[in-house]
């Protein structure tokens, strides 16, 4: 069956084509006499007219088409891109289908509200839910909650990162390099780390046989692979005293959100960027950088959402203004972490390349910011069947643009594919307790901090 054009860019695109088409058909014009060739799909066929009693037929489905068009047109916002489009459609299908969920039960009327938070942004009017009415504070509870707030510690000085702090290892990496940049606590490692561009690693093995440091681990065994280190003259001790600090800063309490999430992530980046479609599209230095994004992208993760943050007032929301707290964070750690001695891995990067390479990590890591996942969708999707109704089903990925755009959406699936089941089933177990486990504790802090917990 052939697939449905979804986007409103392609839709009008396809439109505009058929048109072209059918007017060919009415005019009796000579294919040569055209710039643009037939489509090869189209099943109009210039160099036969059509009858005369499906000439009339024709012609007032092809002026209802051009009439659509026009429509379409007029209702569009100049100063928006053909994508946003597509975003604002799919935005309101998922806005319509959460007033229904909502009105089924008060368990739906929760999840609506958890999905609006998570996926869709403030500029979409949200579906109006069913909320509880809170009665008025009385003059004990306002002097009690005065009394919290006088008792509460003054906040400091946002004048550094916070979340950098120094570890126990601080020191540069000195002396003989082990195979995988730890030392293994088991000699079952080795037959672990062989799959490391197959589908199937199992990252908490690794995280068990490395002491709790698979992300260091699998990003060297990578960047050896791969020969990175090499081709970018990225120094080994450098890479190795980087991770560790890196790694130092994901927090080991955290359930989910943590190092073996990370190096999960990387490695399930490194198995697609081998496949024969993506093996030989990227340079050197976009390889490291999704590598190095998907190894970065939840470091000093606290297991808490954006919208907690924001709606807690903490000190991460008001610095970085509300606008992906999380992923401002963690990019702006993992690039502080370089200027420690001896973990400058871009040391030998021309100017040039090193703005490169920080501009294509940012671009990466804040589209694994949830909110945004439709409009990276709507982004792919549009280039996608504009380029199939054109007749160039192929992306070349000549310039920035397309290049980010894959490599963003690569970034972003695998942050969420753990919850995918096509991986084993005892390591999905793990996952989905890790996942339950982290949006309990979410749940009891949020609790705490609206009074509702003794």
């Known amino acids: 069956m052939e697939d449905v054009i979804v986007t409103p860019f392609a839709q009008i695109l396809q439109c505009l084509r058929n048109i072209w088409a059918n007017y060919m058909m009415l005019t009796n014009i000579p294919p040569n006499k055209s710039k643009r060739a037939v489509a090869k799909d189209s099943d109009s066929n210039p160099q036969h007219p059509i009858p005369e009693d499906q ?16 429509e379409q047109l007029e209702m569009t916002q100049s100063d928006r891109s053909v994508s946003d489009l597509a975003t604002n459609k799919f935005k309101r299908m998922l806005n319509r289908e959460l007033c229904h969920l909502a009105e089924t039960s008060k368990i739906g009327n929760e999840i609506s509200e958890y999905i609006c938070s998570t996926f869709l942004d403030k500029q979409l009017d949200l579906p109006s839910f069913r909320v509880e009415e809170f009665d008025e504070l009385t003059e004990e509870e306002e002097e009690s909650a005065a009394r919290r707030r006088r008792r509460s510690k003054p906040r400091p000085m946002m004048s550094h990162i916070s979340g950098l702090r120094q570890l126990k290892s601080r020191k540069s990496f000195v002396g003989l390099i082990p195979p995988y940049g730890v030392e293994p606590v088991t000699a079952d490692l080795p037959a672990c780390m062989s799959k490391i561009s197959s589908w199937g690693m199992d990252v908490f093995r690794i995280a068990e046989y490395t002491n709790h440091r698979p992300l260091t681990a699998v990003v060297y065994t990578i960047m050896q ?6 081709a970018l003259r990225i120094s080994c001790h450098s890479l190795v005293t980087y991770l560790t600090q890196l790694e130092g800063h994901y927090r080991r309490h955290v359930p989910y959100h943590n190092s073996i999430h990370a190096a999960d992530v990387t490695q399930s980046a490194h198995f697609m960027l081998l496949q024969p479609t993506l093996e030989n599209i990227f340079t050197d230095i976009e ?4 590598l190095f994004a998907s190894a970065m992208h939840d470091v000093d993760h606290p297991g808490l959402s954006n919208q907690y943050l924001v709606n807690t007032g903490s000190e991460l929301a008001l610095m970085y203004n509300d606008e992906s707290v999380l992923e401002n964070h963690h990019l702006a750690v993992a690039f502080k972490l370089l200027q420690t001695e001896g973990c400058d891995v871009l040391r030998e990067f021309s100017p040039k390349q090193r703005q490169l390479f920080r501009r294509m990590v940012i671009d990466m890591v804040l589209a694994t910011d949830m909110t945004k996942h439709l409009d990276h969708l709507a982004h792919l999707k549009t280039m996608v069947e504009t380029r199939k109704i054109s007749g160039n089903c192929e992306i070349s990925m000549e310039n920035y643009s397309e290049r980010i755009q894959v490599q963003t959406f690569l970034c972003t699936i695998f942050q969420v594919k753990t919850k995918n089941n096509c991986k084993k089933a005892n390591w999905c177990c793990s996952v989905s ?3 339950l486990t982290s949006a309990t504790r979410r749940n009891l802090w949020s609790c705490t901090d609206s009074g509702l917990r003794g």
């Open 55 to 70: 000439y009339q037929k024709v012609a007032m489905e092809t002026l209802d088409e051009l009439e659509w068009c026009l």
């Open 225 to 230: 692979e791969r020969g990175l280190t090499k």
């Open 287 to 290: 390889t490291f950088a999704v």
């Open 433 to 435: 307790f890790t996942v």
